[in-house]
């Protein structure tokens, strides 16, 4: 089992860059995926980046980075140029096994989830 903390939110301006983290308890190595998902005010959790077991990263935006330090345990978020409609709460998800080389995208494909850190960018 695993336990994610996610660091790293905060209020910033249009157009100001931000990095979050997410550490996770214990090794977990090659062993699992992640993820990063956030929430809008009224809207549904969505899919940001991922990375997979092997190292492939995918993000849903070119101005989002996802990176992984193994050694650490921790995957971060780089987010470039941010603005208002960046605003959520991004969470870190995490699952154990699955193709090695695999993406996953979807929300119940992990369960492993951070209690989340909120994102406010003011326009």
């Known amino acids: 089992q695993v336990q994610l903390l996610e660091s790293g939110g905060g209020l910033v301006q249009a157009g100001d860059s931000l990095t979050l983290s997410c550490a996770a308890s214990?090794?977990?190595?090659?062993?699992?995926?992640m993820a990063w998902f956030r929430q809008a005010p009224g809207k549904a959790r969505e899919f940001v980046a991922a990375?997979?077991?092997?190292g492939i990263t995918e993000s849903v935006k070119g101005r989002f980075t996802i990176a992984r330090d193994v050694a650490k345990n921790t995957v971060y978020l780089q987010m470039n140029n941010l603005n208002a409609e960046d605003t959520a709460v991004y969470y870190c998800?995490?699952?154990?096994?699955?193709?090695?080389?695999?993406?996953?995208?979807?929300?119940?494909?992990?369960?492993?989830w951070g209690q989340g850190t909120q994102v406010t960018v003011s326009s």
């Open positions: 998800a995490a699952r154990e096994g699955g193709g090695y080389l695999q993406v996953f995208r979807l929300l119940d494909e992990y369960g492993y």
């Open positions: 990375v997979s077991r092997s």
């Open positions: 214990g090794r977990t190595g090659s062993r699992y995926a």
